[in-house]
């Protein structure tokens, strides 16, 4: 299974590459967006992964916490693809930006310039919310690895897993809220975090069907929650079509009616049908996202289509080498029996450190609401409650981990564990507080260009005049007879005629680059204003002959 | 490992070869030996065309609701200033002077003919239905709410601005502006030869960047330094923006809303004030006038 997905993962991933160059190198232009509609694929694309990622914490630690029996029979498939989704999902925000290097914009620490990300935006709170999420993830994986190992990390699986449970339903959330909390009249909608969650969970419940498939075993509650979802995004469905008459037939025979497939025992005994019913399920769910983030019909490039299978792809090959790399490490997981027997173990539950884990947690929370607060009050704090949860889950989440690690070595090393993260926490936190040298320098090619059509005002003209030129030049364009003549050889007299004859182009230029015994002014006034005194000087000639200023 | 003298020597040259042929390679990065190119003075013609070209991408005209008259900034409940403007509309011809004013004060770049045929314009200042629209500065401004990195901030002066450095592209502002008043660079005009610094005050925004009408935030500037200088306090007064300046009939009156004494507030009262609907309900700064109250 593994070579097999690991060539199709390839397959669709290294020409796609190409794909993410060009959306990296040429920017949000090379995908279909317009001056209207900001948003295109990779954010539908990041939205689909997220929620891929969602149904892994779902088998792995929500129905851990709620006791379902056949739990452990995909919990590892589950959390393996947890990781590789998140992992891809990640990417698609970052190649959304069209600054993507400067990334580290958002998050929420200060620099040294008082510049506080707005904690207001839903963007801070869903990149805390997903970086949190996969950290915690990864470090829930690593429990559950350990724990088949030695036992007596068993018992911290559960309380980690009541830390994930609301933390996957908080991240949703929160994606859902990038989307309600605008203007947009398409994305407003109280129901939306629930609508999301459901359909997260819903996409990928069919992922995990798929993966079942594909590893030749069957677990039949899988199909059953693959219907019971169809049936409440049929809801959500309906709901939308009333409320804001949005209505796509596709999805409902995708996404509902084809799943009713496994209703007929006849055909759900195939297994090529459930794997198509829940390949099924996951494309219309991608298109229903698709339809959700761009409502306006865009053309797509290639580079939309690219996008979508390095998704596919890169999760492929995640998948594939991470479970490659854990039959390496940890061939106990991929056998049945030792699985088998794993369940038999007596679990317990670690109270007294669990609820330390959730006051450290709590302090850490509060910690930062009160830096935040105190550093930038312009914001308003309600608004930051979205990111506190993420970061008490973070700190418990780690703080457990800690007392796993005692618990698997020695304390000492837990501490020297600690200690080194918080120097490393430091370190990160101080560069970002030095931040980098900006530079706002601008290209040497653009073209300086004078506007001669809007040239600087009369007024200014005249003032200008009076301070540059008069001095030879005379106040009203005769000469001034008694300097020049003390100094120079009589000059020309700029009359009517003559001006005219020369061209204001070629006069500005005398007034930049000078003329036998004129000076050069370039550097003294603008091209401008050059171009302002040749036309002050006409209308001075104007006004000598005796005619009105045009 | 002993050496033969002949084979060092070959290897030596072989090595020097080989590193005067990388040498040689063509490489972007590196400083290339040329003159800066100093063009032509830049046709206006051409930044004319492409407003006209825009006319047509957005033929219809926003739709107006009446509003109160703007007042104080909601963030900024103490100040005496709140810049803003108002545009009346039985006075214009749409003529398209002020948007041409516009493109060259804030060196607005155009748009190559890819970008264009996808109606990707940069203009700050459109000319929907001949109806100027720009960005309404709105108070209660939805952009500023969702705007990540604090790039799209609130001035004390009561209008919305952009931090261009620190702006790093995740266009929530622009999804989010009912107005649509929000440009996102897709492509480095500089690049292509179609920006123009017209205005060495007003820097040339960077690819994938946001920017929108920025009130001429320098000209107001200088105003406030001008002011400083002679002790004056400075409330909004003696400065237009380039769209004010620009327009024949001075039907886009620029002022402060708080100033009772000031053109703005004096030349609207008893007029009938409008938004544009979709973000009548944000506080704009920015609005119509119509007919009479």
């Known amino acids: ?550 | 490992m002993k050496i033969s003298r002949a084979s060092f020597l070959k290897l030596l040259t072989g090595t020097f070869a080989a590193l005067s042929l990388f040498g040689c390679r063509r490489e972007k990065s590196l400083p290339k030996n040329e003159h800066r190119e100093v063009s032509s003075k830049p046709d206006l013609s051409l930044w004319q065309k492409e407003i006209d070209e825009a006319r047509f991408a957005t033929p219809r005209p926003e739709s107006l609701v009446m509003v109160p008259r703007p007042g104080i900034h909601p963030k900024f409940p103490d100040a005496d200033v709140r810049l803003g403007m108002a545009i009346d509309l039985d006075l214009c011809d749409s003529c398209g002077k002020c948007a041409l004013a516009c493109m060259v004060e804030n060196n607005v770049p155009r748009v190559n003919a890819d970008e264009a045929r996808k109606g990707r314009y940069m203009h700050w200042l459109e000319l929907r239905g001949g109806m100027p629209v720009m960005c309404a500065h709105c108070g209660d401004a939805p952009c500023e709410k969702v705007c990540p990195t604090g790039a799209a901030v609130a001035s004390p002066d009561g209008f919305s601005s952009m931090v261009y450095p620190r702006c790093i592209g995740t266009r929530f502002c622009g999804a989010n502006c009912p107005l649509h008043a929000r440009k996102f660079n897709y492509t480095d005009a500089a690049e292509q030869g179609l920006a123009a610094k017209f205005n060495p005050e007003v820097p040339l925004r960077p690819q994938g960047v946001m920017e929108k009408c920025s009130l001429c935030i320098q000209r107001l500037q200088n105003a406030r330094i001008q002011a400083k200088t002679f002790g004056l306090e400075w409330r909004g007064s003696g400065v237009l923006p380039a769209c004010a300046a620009a327009c024949p009939k001075h039907a886009i009156i620029f002022g402060n809303w708080l100033d009772l004494n000031s053109d703005l507030v004096r030349k609207t009262r008893g007029r009938g004030i409008y938004a544009p609907k979709s973000i009548a309900k944000f506080l704009p700064a920015v609005v119509y006038l119509r007919g009479k109250a």
């Open chain 1, 1 to 550: 299974m593994n070579r097999n997905f690991l060539i199709f993962g390839l397959v669709l991933l290294l020409p796609s590459l190409f794909a993410v160059d060009s959306a990296l190198s040429i920017g949000p232009a090379s995908w279909a967006l317009s001056q209207e509609s900001f948003w295109g694929t990779p954010i539908a694309d990041f939205v689909f992964w997220i929620g891929l990622a969602h149904a892994g914490t779902l088998f792995s630690a929500i129905l851990l916490v709620l006791g379902v029996r056949w739990q452990h029979r995909v919990a590892f498939l589950a959390e393996l693809s947890t990781i590789a989704a998140l992992g891809v999902a990640a990417s698609f925000p970052l190649i959304h930006l069209g600054i993507p290097e400067a990334f580290y914009n958002m998050i929420p620490v200060g620099n040294a310039r008082s510049m506080y990300v707005n904690v207001e935006s839903p963007l801070v709170w869903d990149f805390v919310a997903i970086f949190v999420y996969g950290t915690v993830s990864v470090l829930y994986l690593l429990l559950h690895l350990f724990s088949i190992r030695n036992a007596s990390l068993e018992k911290y699986r559960r309380p980690f897993a009541w830390i994930l449970f609301p933390l996957v339903l908080w991240v949703h959330t929160i994606v859902s809220l990038d989307f309600a909390v605008t203007f947009v009249p398409g994305w407003q909608g109280a129901y939306f975090p629930l609508y999301f969650i459901f359909g997260a969970l819903f996409s990928g419940v069919a992922l995990v069907q798929i993966l079942v498939e594909l590893s030749h075993r069957r677990v039949r509650a899988v199909e059953d929650l693959l219907i019971a979802f169809s049936w409440a995004l049929l809801a959500f469905w309906m709901w939308e079509a009333n409320v804001k008459a949005v209505w796509h037939p596709e999805l409902l025979i995708f996404g509902f009616l084809v799943p009713q497939l496994l209703w007929i025992s006849k055909v759900r005994e195939i297994s090529v049908v459930r794997a198509l019913v829940a390949i099924s399920v996951m494309a219309s769910l991608w298109w229903e996202r698709i339809g959700l983030v761009q409502p306006e019909n865009l053309d797509w490039t290639w580079v939309d289509l690219g996008l979508a299978s390095f998704g596919i792809g890169a999760f492929c090959v995640a998948f594939a080498l991470l479970r490659i790399l854990l039959k390496k490490f940890f061939p106990q997981a991929f056998d049945e029996d030792v699985m088998e027997s794993l369940r038999e173990r007596v679990v317990s539950f670690e109270r007294k450190k669990f609820w330390i884990s959730v006051g450290v947690g709590t302090f850490a929370a509060g910690a930062f609401a009160v830096y935040f607060i105190w550093n930038a009050p312009a914001f308003p704090g309600v608004r930051m409650i979205p990111v506190l949860f993420p970061i008490g889950a973070l700190c418990a989440g780690i703080s457990l981990s800690l007392f796993a690690i005692a618990e698997l070595w020695k304390t000492r090393v837990a501490v020297m564990c600690a200690v080194l993260l918080a120097v490393f926490a430091v370190a990160v936190g101080g560069l970002l507080y030095r931040g980098t040298d900006v530079s706002y320098t601008e290209s040497l090619t653009t073209v300086e260009s004078v506007n001669p059509a809007l040239g600087t005002s009369k007024q200014a003209t005249a003032e200008l005049w009076n301070a540059r030129c008069a001095a030879c030049h005379g106040k009203d364009g005769n000469l001034n007879r008694k300097f020049v003549h003390e100094f120079y050889p009589l000059p020309q007299t700029l009359s009517l005629e003559r001006l005219d004859s020369l061209g204001l182009d070629s006069l500005s230029k005398v007034v930049l680059e000078g003329r036998n015994y004129m000076r050069p002014f370039r550097g003294r006034v603008t091209d401008a204003e050059a171009f302002a005194l040749v036309r002050y000087m006409r209308s001075l000639a104007v006004q000598k002959k005796g005619g009105a200023v045009p």
